[in-house]
């Protein structure tokens, strides 16, 4: 095939290029398609055949900008909150008043701007109930386009966390009855949560899939459920890892409404709730939903709304034909060879769908779920545990296993437990070390599999398994010993389990720990991920009293290089909370030993940030002033020695001559108070009774 003629040289060169640059920009400058493409994103393009025509967004209206001075203003004022630097409390409170003042009218304009948005994410994080209820009316009417804006929609989802915790206040303590003609502050949360949610409703379809707007539709469900809002189940779902938490100075623990525990709703939010499940997934067949399955933005939200059908509405909802349960697997019962099964097994291997798979697998009915796994599970368990994304969704499973499955899973998976360790698979151990310890399961068939060597070399095994071999200083300089690896870290978390697990699991990483030499414990120590394995062995009261005496034994002679790192100074802490005498076996010398080399390096660990914090720890203060009230307390004799009294210190002896003196000076002037008043009462006497004789003699006359 002949080629192309080009003229040659560099002009022409620069020609052609400049010809290709022009031709580019021509076909950036393209028309924004109104269906399907959103700043020059083709959706279609992306998603192929999974794509769902949705229902496109009203217009977002325009809100205004603040000006110069307001933006200066505001600033200023996001700065003085963020510092909080206020001399009590009333002050920080006059101060909100006067910013909410100055922002009066101008709160739309606030929560869409990029550079003020934070203030009032901290605006609400301070405010009282009226004022969050003033933001509310504010806001009313506007929620349809806030929620999918970058910033603004952060501004919602705050608002909606911090106002979650005054619907159970107001069930408690009931306020009056009011309409929604009623002003801000009579009428209750609950009212302006359910205007929220009327006025989302018919949007929800298009909502779902929207990057800012799913994730305020999410933290609603919470609410409206009275789930927690901060729970590590739920946290991933409500925000990704790059969220930015907006706080402020704070000598306590920082406000916030999310709270841990469930909370108490009323009767009108489950019916919203329902509402709002059925409007975001009613229209939708099966195959809409299994593409929504596979979808980044609608699958965390997908996730939730299955979870709250299965668990408010209890397992029975997964038969009703028109549950997001029943229609992603129609078939009764979803065994091999059917559509269900063809989606469930298509999902195992995906990324983002397999995410809603852990979900099916942990909240389906037990009868659901005994066919899912002998059906899907079952004879591919091996497979499944070899690949980074099923193995996840096989985790699941294996927690729901009784015993019996649980020891035939065993028999599958230990001839492979080498291979698995070398694809760094270690959360399907860990899970499989937990199970056994759980259902009672023997596991020295999983011992043997871990440790093909029976014992011999038992510290490079344990090096090998925590990637603790030593870096030479040019490895130590391109990658700090700080940096993460979630390698190490689950592996870390492997060798946590099975130190408590019983014998003969446990010596896996017991005699590995005792087979240690000095510096290989520091550098374990100072580890960022195996530091964790030696505080959980040094507190950890199913390993042997004997072999946590021999390590504190080794730690003892490095205790200085342990006290002023800043990793490897907790490893003190452990040591300080697993040498306990009324927890633990260890003789109280064990603490008095290190506390001596504590002390004779105060000024070098007063002079560190870690050693400071090692000091504390160990109260070395009371140590080296009280030292008797110090052994006391090392020794565990805080309640055996309740009649027997401490002696006292030279300053609690001054204190009490002083309160005896202070005593006896008070009694003597009560004492001469007292010869006063009988002295005027017998001057008094003596005059009465020259009075009665004078009387008498003037009577016989």
């Not at 964790?532 to 040094?538: A, D």
């Not at 072999?547 to 452990?574: E, G, Q, W, Y």
């Not at 005593?663 to 009462?681: L, N």
Request: charged share 30%.
């Amino acid at each position: 095939m002949s080629k192309e003629r080009k003229k040659r040289g560099r002009r022409e060169e620069k020609k052609r290029k400049r010809e290709e640059e022009e031709e580019n920009v021509t076909l950036a400058k393209r028309p924004k398609s109104t269906e399907g493409e959103v700043d020059g994103y083709d959706e279609q393009a992306k998603f192929g055949n999974d794509y769902l025509p949705l229902s496109g967004p009203p217009e977002t209206p325009f809100y205004g900008m603040l000006d110069e001075e307001e933006q200066e203003y505001f600033k200023r004022a996001d700065t003085m909150l963020e510092l909080n630097q206020f001399s009590d409390p009333e002050e920080r409170a006059l101060f909100l008043a006067n910013v909410y003042k100055e922002a009066n009218g101008k709160e739309l304009k606030i929560a869409n701007s990029q550079s003020c948005s934070r203030l009032m994410e901290r605006l609400i994080l301070l405010s009282t109930a009226d004022q969050l209820k003033a933001l509310f009316r504010k806001f009313e009417g506007h929620f349809i386009h806030l929620v999918q804006h970058r910033f603004a929609s952060h501004c919602c989802e705050t608002l909606f966390v911090q106002a979650a915790p005054l619907i159970s206040q107001e069930i408690t303590a009931p306020s009056k009855e009011s309409s929604n003609d009623q002003p801000a502050e009579t009428l209750s949360i609950e009212q302006l949560f359910l205007g929220t949610a009327g006025e989302l409703e018919g949007n929800l379809g298009f909502l779902m899939v929207d990057r800012f707007a799913s994730h305020t539709l999410r933290v609603l469900l919470l609410v409206f459920s009275g789930l927690p809002l901060v729970d590590q189940h739920t946290t991933s779902l409500l925000q990704s890892k790059k969220k930015e938490h907006i706080t402020f100075a704070s000598k306590g623990p920082p406000k916030t409404g999310a709270s841990r525990q469930s909370r108490t709703v009323p009767e009108s939010f489950r019916a919203a709730l329902g509402q709002m499940m059925q409007g975001m997934v009613g229209g939708l067949d099966t195959t809409n939903l299994r593409a929504l399955a596979a979808h980044p933005v609608a699958n965390p939200l997908l996730q939730l709304v299955l979870d709250l059908e299965l668990s408010q509405s209890g397992k029975s909802k997964a038969k009703d034909p028109d549950s997001l349960f029943k229609r992603l697997l129609p078939d009764d019962p979803p065994e091999e060879g059917t559509e269900s099964a063809s989606f469930f097994n298509g999902m195992l291997y995906d990324p983002i769908g397999s995410r809603l798979l852990e979900v099916i697998v942990t909240n389906s009915p037990g009868k659901i779920f005994k066919v899912l796994y002998r059906s899907l599970f079952r004879d591919r368990l091996a497979d499944l545990a070899k690949n980074e994304t099923a193995s996840y969704v096989l985790v699941k499973a294996l927690e729901r296993l009784n015993k019996e499955d649980l020891e035939d899973t065993l028999k599958q998976l230990c001839p492979m437990m080498q291979s698995l360790l070398e694809r760094s698979r270690t959360s399907v151990i860990t899970c499989l070390v937990d199970r056994c310890r759980v259902r009672e399961v023997d596991n020295t068939a999983l011992y043997e599999a871990l440790d093909p060597t029976q014992g011999k070399d038992a510290a490079e095994n344990l090096k090998k398994l925590l990637c603790l071999f030593p870096a030479n200083e040019t490895e130590t300089k391109q990658k700090p010993s700080g940096s993460q690896d979630p390698n190490k870290a689950y592996a870390s978390l492997l060798a946590q389990s099975i130190l408590e697990a019983s014998t003969p699991l446990q010596s896996l990483v017991t005699e590995g720990i005792l087979a240690m030499d000095e510096p290989t414990l520091l550098h374990m120590a100072k580890d960022r991920n195996a530091t964790h394995v030696l505080q959980k062995f040094l507190t950890c009261t199913s390993v042997a009293a004997l072999s946590r005496r021999s390590i504190m034994h080794n730690i003892t002679n490095i205790v200085m290089d342990l006290a002023l790192d800043a990793v490897a100074s907790h490893v003190l802490d452990a040591f300080w909370e697993g040498s306990d005498p009324e927890s633990s076996e260890i003789k109280p010398f064990v603490r008095e030993r290190l506390a001596e080399t504590l002390l004779s390096n105060e000024k070098t660990l007063r002079d560190s940030v870690p050693g400071r914090a090692v000091w504390r720890t160990w109260k070395m203060d009371m140590y080296k002033t009280r030292r008797y009230d110090w052994k006391v307390g090392a020794k565990g004799q805080q309640g055996q020695q309740k009649n027997q009294q401490p002696p006292k210190t030279s300053l609690e002896l001054a204190r009490e001559r002083h309160a005896a003196a202070t005593q006896s000076h008070a009694a003597r002037k009560e004492k001469e108070k007292k010869k006063k008043g009988k002295a005027a009462a017998s001057v008094l006497t003596g005059a009465n009774a020259r009075a009665v004789v004078e009387l008498v003699a003037a009577s016989q006359g």
